[in-house]
């Protein structure tokens, strides 16, 4: 199964941009890439998801490498409200069952 | 409204018992799913199911079993043979597809005591 690498941590100050990187260099061809973010002893929340082409809804964007080896989530004006745990995840349409969610990225919004 | 619901929010067990968690959703999706979170972790994949009366070993499934009888269900017993059965569980649904946005539950807290 591909595996994503994310940075444990990240920090923003509230009203400024915030890009969350992810790694997933041995990304299959077909794989869509997902991002759920978790509050505290909540489910995670659905983001955004992508196959190729850069994505945005009103949540955020979703920026995805030309050679799909990387993604970045982009919030374009955190706010308080935005710190969360962020996953990026993969789904295989061959599995799509067996989606692995890694410890993902804290991100820390700083009024 | 649709959505997926978890019961109970917290419960406790004791050492030796088996104990089921409840998972339900109306949004008529084939797919559902149970995960395991512990403290600073990530989620990791006990079972899946993908249609009715089937389901899946995921990564972590010793220890546990489910049944898928009903689209809308996806019980999950924690058994006395899952030694360290402490931890954050969730539950979640998807229609079919890897494109597939997942609606997650707002899990069950499980203690045992």
């Known amino acids: 199964d591909a595996k994503t690498t994310q940075p444990n941590s990240m920090e923003s100050n509230e009203e400024e941009p915030v890009h969350l990187p992810c790694n997933h260099s041995?990304?299959?061809?077909?794989?869509?890439i997902h991002w759920y973010r978790q509050l505290p002893s909540q489910g995670p929340e659905y983001v955004i998801h992508?196959?190729?082409s850069n994505v945005n809804n009103r949540m955020a964007s979703l920026a995805i490498a030309e050679d799909r080896k990387s993604s970045t989530l982009i919030l374009h004006r955190a706010t308080l409200r935005d710190a969360a745990v962020y996953y990026c995840?993969?789904?295989?349409?061959?599995?799509?069952?067996?989606?692995?969610f890694g410890d993902g990225t804290t991100l820390t919004v700083k009024p | 409204d649709g959505g997926i619901t978890q019961s109970p929010k917290y419960l406790f067990r004791k050492e030796g018992q088996n104990v089921t968690l409840s998972c339900e959703q109306n949004?008529?999706?084939?797919?559902m799913y149970w995960y395991r979170q512990d403290p600073g972790q990530g989620l990791r994949l006990i079972y899946y199911?993908?249609?009715?009366?089937?389901?899946q070993k995921g990564d972590i499934a010793e220890g546990y079993s489910v049944s898928r009888e009903k689209k809308e269900s996806f019980p999950l017993t924690v058994t006395s043979a899952q030694k360290n059965p402490t931890a954050f569980y969730l539950c979640?649904?998807?229609?079919?597809?890897?494109?597939?946005?997942?609606?997650f539950g707002q899990g069950t807290r499980l203690t045992v005591v």
């Open positions: 041995t990304i299959s061809g077909t794989d869509y």
């Open positions: 995840i993969l789904r295989d349409p061959r599995n799509a069952g067996k989606s692995t």
């Open positions: 199911s993908q249609i009715v009366n089937d389901f």
């Open positions: 979640a649904s998807t229609v079919q597809g890897a494109w597939a946005e997942a609606f």
């Open positions: 992508g196959l190729t």
């Open positions: 949004l008529n999706h084939d797919a």
